[in-house]
Nanobody, 124 residues
Framework: QVQLVESGGGSVQTGGSLRLFCAAS????????MGWFRQTQGKEREGVAS????????YYADCLKRRFTISHDNAKNTLYLQVNSLKREDTAMYYC?????????????????WGQGTQVTVSS
């Protein structure tokens, strides 16, 4: 059973930055798709960014790609999300997800494995 554990969330002021982490373990595939999603209360979980841990370009939600950067360290089996110029509307629970598909994707229905989330709160 794949295990995904997020960390790095916290409370920051607008304009600040955070780096989120997702440690993956017990994954049977050497290369796979991973993504970051976020959700606020009463709203659907939305895709933020996705990356295939093999060869390929990351994929971002259009409205976020200038401030968010996804990356992955294969040696450490860790997924990252660098978030800059944070806005109050970025406040959400951020989730890491993984799937065996060989391409990046932001559709949450494609992902089989999810972490418990890490909370990001942005205040002015």
């Amino acid at each position: 059973q794949v295990q995904l554990v997020e960390s790095g969330g916290g409370s920051v002021q607008t304009g600040g930055s955070l780096r989120l982490f997702c440690a993956a373990s017990k994954y049977t595939y050497s290369r796979y798709c991973m993504g970051w999603f976020r959700q606020t209360q009463g709203k659907e979980r939305e895709g933020v960014a996705s990356i295939y841990t093999g060869i390929g370009n990351p994929y971002y939600a259009d409205c976020l790609k200038r401030r968010f950067t996804i990356s992955h360290d294969n040696a450490k089996n860790t997924l990252y999300l660098q978030v800059n110029s944070l806005k109050r509307e970025d406040t959400a629970m951020y989730y890491c997800a993984a799937d065996s598909r060989p391409y990046a994707a932001l559709s949450r229905s494609l992902y089989d494995h999810w972490g418990q989330g890490t909370q990001v709160t942005v205040s002015s």
